[in-house]
């Protein structure tokens, strides 16, 4: 027996980071939604626990992504009492990597959520989620792929049903925003604040979007000390036609637009090909 499912890509549409708490952790607040594209996975039963990784990004994935599918699992048979589950799991790698969008933690997440369903483990959503954090403070919000606030460290979760599907065009120059090195930069001169805004009044697509153009992400100016090359991203993305919003998305260095409807979105993919670039039209928010 095989299942498959998504991966998805993870979308900050904010970011609000504090300072390094004495814990070493920084705490944050955003509001998480998920993209109708992603990372392919497929797990089938098998004698052992094996990986397999295919897709344009495969090669470039130096064992993190991998790792991270592996630590997951390997928790979710200790948490079932089975050991190493025994499935065999093929990653097929169509996001970037080290790219802002949650791509590991993901990965593994929806490895975790397959591999219980296909071995019919005795395990509710609670357990899954606890399993999910051992990949790191992404993993529960990654098993549960539905728009959320996540505050906290980013494990605090709050399920947002409201939120409307909003039409967006995801963009990588091409260039990785390693997270340590961002948050690092951002210790050197903490701008931020882990402040969390006050709900919109009005859930329509429009008034959602205006309501974004009042927030932030405190990653974004540490980011482009890293990785410079996210400001030719932006740039481009603001100028395509039709764009409301652009915005970097968690540490980069993947920036996001949105705009009005899908035929917006499609035509502003055309006018940002560019050499070494990755862009997706996608549709954000939507739950398992």
Not at 174 to 203: K, L
Not at 215 to 227: G, K, S, W, Y
């Amino acid at each position: 027996m095989t299942l498959r499912g998504l991966a998805p890509a993870k979308i900050n549409l904010f970011l609000h980071v504090g300072p390094v708490a004495d814990d070493g952790y920084h705490p944050l607040a955003s509001l998480v939604a998920f993209a109708d594209v992603g990372d392919a996975l497929t797990v089938t039963r098998a004698g052992a626990l094996s990986l397999a990784v295919t897709g344009p990004f495969g090669e470039a994935l130096a064992g993190e992504g991998a790792n991270l599918i592996l630590r997951g699992l390997r928790a979710l048979g200790e948490a079932a009492g089975i050991g190493a589950p025994p499935v065999a799991v093929t990653l097929d790698k169509q996001l970037p990597i080290a790219a802002g969008l949650g791509g590991g933690s993901a990965d593994a997440g929806t490895a975790i959520r397959l591999a219980a369903q296909l071995l019919d483990l005795d395990l509710d959503e609670a357990a899954l989620e606890a399993v999910a954090g051992v990949v790191g403070a992404d993993g529960p919000m990654c098993l549960r792929a539905r728009p959320a606030w996540a505050t906290g460290r980013g494990d605090d979760l709050r399920d947002e049903p409201r939120l409307p599907p909003l039409h967006a065009v995801l963009l990588n120059p091409g260039v990785a925003s390693p997270t340590g090195a961002v948050y690092r930069a951002y210790d050197d001169a903490p701008a931020g604040g882990a402040d969390c805004p006050e709900a919109p009044a009005d859930w329509s697509p429009a008034a959602v979007i205006d309501w974004l153009k009042g927030q932030r992400n405190d990653l974004e100016a540490p980011a482009l000390r890293v990785t410079p090359g996210i400001a030719e991203a932006l740039s481009a993305m603001r100028a395509a036609p039709g764009c409301r919003l652009t915005r970097m998305s968690g540490s980069g260095a993947t920036v996001f637009g949105l705009f009005e409807d899908a035929a917006s979105a499609s035509h502003a993919v055309g006018s940002l090909q560019r050499s070494g670039w990755w862009v997706r039209a996608c549709v954000l928010a939507g739950a398992r």
